[in-house]
Protein backbone atom coordinates (compact mmCIF):
# COMPACT_ATOMS: atom_id res chain seq x y z
CA UNK A 1 0.00 0.00 0.00
CA UNK A 2 1.46 3.67 -0.92
CA UNK A 3 -0.09 6.62 0.55
CA UNK A 4 1.19 10.36 -0.24
CA UNK A 5 2.26 12.41 2.95
CA UNK A 6 3.57 15.72 1.52
CA UNK A 7 6.90 15.18 -0.26
CA UNK A 8 6.95 11.87 0.97
CA UNK A 9 5.54 8.45 0.13
CA UNK A 10 4.42 5.87 3.17
CA UNK A 11 4.86 2.51 2.80
CA UNK A 12 3.62 -0.23 4.73
CA UNK A 13 5.77 -3.29 4.28
CA UNK A 14 5.73 -6.84 5.53
CA UNK A 15 9.35 -8.41 6.45
CA UNK A 16 9.79 -11.38 4.21
CA UNK A 17 11.59 -13.49 6.98
CA UNK A 18 9.42 -12.85 9.88
CA UNK A 19 6.08 -12.05 8.20
CA UNK A 20 5.88 -8.56 10.76
CA UNK A 21 4.32 -5.33 9.38
CA UNK A 22 6.33 -1.87 9.20
CA UNK A 23 6.38 1.35 7.59
CA UNK A 24 8.98 2.99 5.28
CA UNK A 25 8.79 7.01 4.31
CA UNK A 26 10.52 7.59 0.82
CA UNK A 27 11.20 10.82 -0.99
CA UNK A 28 12.21 11.16 -4.17
CA UNK A 29 15.49 12.77 -5.06
CA UNK A 30 15.57 15.80 -7.06
CA UNK A 31 18.67 16.68 -8.78
CA UNK A 32 19.01 20.24 -9.07
CA UNK A 33 21.19 21.61 -11.73
CA UNK A 34 24.80 22.88 -10.67
CA UNK A 35 25.82 26.63 -10.28
CA UNK A 36 28.60 27.48 -12.81
CA UNK A 37 30.23 30.82 -11.03
CA UNK A 38 31.60 33.75 -12.47
CA UNK A 39 35.39 32.32 -12.39
CA UNK A 40 34.22 29.13 -13.24
CA UNK A 41 33.88 27.13 -10.21
CA UNK A 42 31.15 25.01 -10.25
CA UNK A 43 29.20 24.08 -7.00
CA UNK A 44 25.79 22.52 -5.83
CA UNK A 45 23.21 24.44 -6.10
CA UNK A 46 22.09 26.08 -1.98
CA UNK A 47 18.60 26.30 -1.22
CA UNK A 48 20.05 28.02 2.23
CA UNK A 49 22.57 30.19 0.50
CA UNK A 50 20.03 31.19 -1.85
CA UNK A 51 17.17 31.89 1.17
CA UNK A 52 20.12 33.93 2.94
CA UNK A 53 20.44 36.23 0.41
CA UNK A 54 16.93 36.59 -0.34
CA UNK A 55 16.63 37.29 3.71
CA UNK A 56 19.21 39.80 3.67
CA UNK A 57 17.84 41.89 0.77
CA UNK A 58 14.43 41.76 2.73
CA UNK A 59 15.40 42.53 6.28
CA UNK A 60 12.88 44.76 8.34
CA UNK A 61 10.25 44.37 5.33
CA UNK A 62 6.71 43.30 5.34
CA UNK A 63 6.71 40.41 4.16
CA UNK A 64 6.37 36.75 5.31
CA UNK A 65 8.54 33.96 5.87
CA UNK A 66 5.76 31.59 3.35
CA UNK A 67 6.48 34.35 0.83
CA UNK A 68 9.99 33.56 0.97
CA UNK A 69 9.40 29.92 1.04
CA UNK A 70 7.04 30.74 -2.50
CA UNK A 71 9.74 32.27 -4.03
CA UNK A 72 12.46 29.95 -3.69
CA UNK A 73 10.02 27.06 -4.48
CA UNK A 74 8.90 29.07 -7.57
CA UNK A 75 12.78 29.28 -8.74
CA UNK A 76 13.51 25.67 -7.70
CA UNK A 77 10.70 24.57 -10.30
CA UNK A 78 12.21 26.39 -12.93
CA UNK A 79 15.39 25.41 -12.34
CA UNK A 80 13.51 21.73 -12.55
CA UNK A 81 11.46 22.38 -15.78
CA UNK A 82 14.90 23.64 -17.60
CA UNK A 83 16.23 20.06 -17.03
CA UNK A 84 19.89 21.65 -17.73
CA UNK A 85 22.60 19.99 -15.23
CA UNK A 86 24.13 23.42 -15.04
CA UNK A 87 23.03 27.18 -14.29
CA UNK A 88 25.42 30.27 -14.34
CA UNK A 89 25.03 31.85 -11.83
CA UNK A 90 24.28 35.02 -13.66
CA UNK A 91 20.68 33.54 -14.57
CA UNK A 92 20.14 32.45 -11.08
CA UNK A 93 20.48 36.04 -9.82
CA UNK A 94 18.36 36.90 -12.85
CA UNK A 95 15.61 34.16 -11.46
CA UNK A 96 16.09 36.04 -7.60
CA UNK A 97 15.55 39.45 -9.03
CA UNK A 98 12.50 38.41 -10.50
CA UNK A 99 10.84 36.54 -7.72
CA UNK A 100 12.11 39.86 -5.50
CA UNK A 101 10.44 42.45 -7.70
CA UNK A 102 6.94 40.26 -7.54
CA UNK A 103 6.75 40.19 -3.52
CA UNK A 104 8.89 43.08 -2.47
CA UNK A 105 10.46 45.99 -4.58
CA UNK A 106 12.69 47.31 -2.02
CA UNK A 107 13.90 44.32 -1.52
CA UNK A 108 14.37 43.83 -5.39
CA UNK A 109 16.27 47.27 -5.63
CA UNK A 110 18.46 46.30 -2.37
CA UNK A 111 19.50 43.17 -4.29
CA UNK A 112 20.47 44.31 -7.89
CA UNK A 113 22.51 47.15 -6.25
CA UNK A 114 24.97 44.78 -4.79
CA UNK A 115 24.37 42.31 -7.23
CA UNK A 116 24.75 44.35 -10.64
CA UNK A 117 27.53 46.12 -8.82
CA UNK A 118 26.56 49.69 -10.39
CA UNK A 119 29.59 51.79 -11.34
CA UNK A 120 28.04 54.98 -10.88
CA UNK A 121 24.79 56.86 -9.60
CA UNK A 122 23.16 57.04 -13.36
CA UNK A 123 23.01 53.00 -13.39
CA UNK A 124 21.24 53.09 -10.24
CA UNK A 125 19.00 55.68 -11.27
CA UNK A 126 18.29 53.64 -13.99
CA UNK A 127 16.75 50.77 -12.28
CA UNK A 128 14.77 52.57 -9.93
CA UNK A 129 13.44 54.15 -13.16
CA UNK A 130 11.86 50.84 -14.49
CA UNK A 131 10.45 49.97 -11.80
Known sequence: ???LSQDR????????SCDKRFTTYERADIALPSVVKKDGRRADFDATKLRASM?????????SV??????????EEKLLASGAREIASTRLGE???RELKRIDKVAYVRFASVYRS???VDEFR??????
Open 1 to 3: MKR
Open 9 to 16: QRRRRRCL
Open 55 to 63: QLALRKRPV
Open 66 to 75: EQIDAAINRI
Open 95 to 97: LVM
Open 118 to 120: FED
Open 126 to 131: QLIREI
